[in-house]
């Protein structure tokens, strides 16, 4: 949609009002007729007066100011939890080269592709994601069925591991030219499928053992904000290193045919914030290995007393 219009607005400025259409959408879908499984009451098949919904909602709702409190109590409780901060920690960090991978589009357009094979590119990529998500939460499954306390903390290495041989393979090694494309095409597919699994193979999972029932939408929002805005620095640092340390000059690039020189400095500047992260992402999982096992026992003793006490 780049570089066309639509009823006169830029395509653009057309992509970004859909998706802006298409969120409000499932977020209205969602608020509509998602029930919360934590508010699922006894149901009694004998009444026919209240509807389905109705029965499965709670209609004892507790003050805003009394679930916030309890809340906040939950969140200083699970913030001492080591496994949290180490997750968390290494989010921090591992969150940094998929920031940073947003300037992909402008550095494939740099090298001389056009819109439509950027766009293509990044969709391979987002597609080797996709499937790598499910691959490795597939495969973290099964390791944690042989290996139950270091399963899902080896593959989350392993994946964030693959991204330093992958970064250094597409943005130094692959000549960088539009006869590449294929060549490009692999490798970024090939890196999707391997360095996206740490989501859904060990850090959600892993949340879910050692946090609060109750809880753990609010945890992962609190996670998820946190990592979102440290990784936020990655996009400016690539700009910073590209023009500072490895010599990217705007006033060098053709606007059709891109420029072999800042196509250079710019890929210098991501692997700087992809390569090292990544590494250092792989780093802060070790610790894990000793503390996760421990946290996890202390969250079931914890969840038994509960039970006990109702």
Same mark, same amino acid.
């Given at each position: 949609?780049?570089?066309?219009?639509?009823?006169?607005?830029?395509? /653009?400025? &057309?992509?970004?009002?859909?998706?802006?259409?298409?969120?409000?959408?499932?977020?209205?879908?969602?608020?509509?007729? @998602?029930?919360?499984?934590?508010?699922?009451? !006894?149901? %009694?098949? =004998?009444?026919?007066?209240?509807?389905?919904? !109705?029965?499965?909602?709670?209609?004892?709702?507790?003050?805003?100011?009394?679930? /916030?409190?309890?809340?906040? %109590?939950? %969140?200083?409780?699970?913030?001492?939890?080591?496994?949290?901060?180490?997750?968390?920690?290494?989010?921090?960090?591992?969150?940094? $080269?998929?920031?940073?991978?947003?300037?992909?589009?402008? /550095?494939?357009?740099?090298?001389?592709? =056009?819109?439509?094979? *950027?766009?293509?590119?990044?969709?391979?990529?987002?597609?080797? &994601?996709?499937?790598?998500?499910?691959?490795?939460?597939?495969?973290?499954?099964?390791?944690?069925?042989?290996?139950?306390?270091?399963?899902?903390?080896? &593959?989350?290495?392993?994946?964030?591991?693959?991204?330093?041989?992958?970064?250094?393979?597409?943005?130094? @090694?692959?000549?960088?030219?539009?006869?590449? /494309?294929?060549?490009?095409?692999?490798?970024?597919?090939?890196?999707?499928?391997?360095?996206?699994? !740490?989501?859904?193979?060990?850090?959600?999972?892993?949340?879910?053992?050692?946090? $609060?029932?109750?809880?753990? %939408?609010?945890?992962?929002?609190? =996670?998820?904000?946190?990592?979102? *805005?440290?990784?936020?620095?990655?996009? $400016?640092?690539?700009?910073?290193?590209?023009?500072?340390?490895?010599?990217?000059?705007?006033?060098?690039?053709?606007?059709?045919?891109? *420029?072999?020189?800042?196509?250079?400095?710019?890929?210098?500047?991501?692997? *700087?914030?992809?390569? @090292?992260?990544?590494?250092? &992402?792989?780093?802060?999982?070790? $610790?894990?290995?000793?503390?996760?096992?421990?946290?996890?026992?202390?969250?079931?003793?914890?969840?038994?007393?509960?039970?006990?006490?109702?």
């Amino acid at each position: 949609m780049a570089g066309q219009q639509f009823w006169g607005i830029p395509g /653009w400025r &057309c992509a970004f009002i859909m998706m802006a259409t298409l969120s409000s959408l499932i977020g209205f879908l969602v608020f509509q007729y @998602v029930v919360d499984p934590r508010r699922i009451i !006894n149901i %009694t098949y =004998d009444s026919g007066e209240n509807s389905d919904r !109705n029965n499965l909602l709670d209609k004892s709702k507790a003050s805003s100011v009394s679930v /916030w409190l309890e809340s906040w %109590t939950a %969140t200083k409780a699970v913030i001492k939890v080591q496994t949290f901060q180490i997750i968390v920690l290494q989010g921090v960090v591992g969150s940094l $080269p998929w920031t940073a991978m947003v300037f992909f589009t402008m /550095w494939f357009e740099l090298i001389g592709f =056009d819109h439509n094979s *950027s766009a293509a590119l990044l969709s391979v990529f987002a597609i080797g &994601c996709a499937m790598g998500s499910l691959l490795g939460g597939l495969i973290a499954d099964r390791m944690s069925q042989i290996y139950p306390h270091s399963g899902r903390i080896m &593959c989350a290495q392993f994946s964030a591991l693959m991204g330093i041989p992958f970064s250094w393979f597409l943005l130094t @090694v692959i000549p960088q030219s539009v006869s590449s /494309w294929f060549t490009f095409g692999t490798t970024l597919f090939l890196m999707g499928l391997t360095i996206s699994w !740490n989501g859904t193979a060990a850090n959600a999972p892993m949340f879910a053992e050692v946090v $609060p029932v109750k809880h753990r %939408t609010m945890i992962y929002a609190f =996670d998820r904000a946190f990592e979102g *805005s440290f990784s936020s620095f990655a996009a $400016p640092m690539v700009g910073i290193l590209s023009e500072k340390m490895f010599g990217y000059d705007p006033k060098t690039v053709d606007p059709v045919s891109g *420029s072999a020189q800042a196509a250079f400095a710019l890929s210098r500047g991501l692997l *700087s914030m992809m390569a @090292v992260p990544f590494g250092l &992402c792989c780093l802060f999982y070790t $610790p894990l290995y000793v503390v996760f096992r421990r946290d996890r026992e202390n969250a079931r003793i914890a969840s038994l007393k509960e039970e006990e006490m109702m």
